[in-house]
């Protein structure tokens, strides 16, 4: 299994934004749609969205449909996940993750990131 590599989290204010951005080999990524996951203290890791091989299909949470964009840069093997309008609810450690399978399921991932803080304050 490959290695995947979050960066871009931080503080910032709500009603700002923020870019986050997911790095990994060639082999993780291959044919793989990639999800972005968040976890804040307390609670279960919650599914924010996914987008698929091609680029051309994203699947987003309720939460934060509207407000976030997934894109992705195939030649760099990256995905980014553009975070606007954000609220305190948003605080939370945000992974992203691949698997075997395209799922809003946590579990049904395999490959995990070590995470980025993302807090937005009042």
């Known amino acids: 299994q490959g290695q995947l590599v979050e960066s871009g989290g931080g503080l910032v204010q709500a009603g700002g934004s923020l870019r986050l951005s997911c790095a990994a080999s060639w082999m993780s990524f291959a044919n793989r749609a990639v999800a972005w996951f968040r976890q804040a203290p307390g609670k279960e890791r919650e599914f924010v969205g996914l987008?698929?091989?091609?680029?051309?299909?994203?699947l987003y949470a309720d939460s934060v449909k509207g407000r976030f964009t997934i894109s992705r840069d195939t030649a760099k093997m990256m995905v980014n996940l553009q975070m606007n309008s954000l609220s305190p609810e948003d605080t939370a450690v945000y992974y992203c993750?691949?698997?075997?399978?395209?799922?809003?399921?946590?579990?049904?991932?395999?490959?995990w990131g070590q995470g980025t803080q993302v807090t937005v304050s009042s």
């Open positions: 987008i698929s091989w091609s680029g051309r299909g994203t």
């Open positions: 993750a691949v698997g075997p399978v395209t799922a809003t399921d946590a579990g049904q991932y395999n490959t």
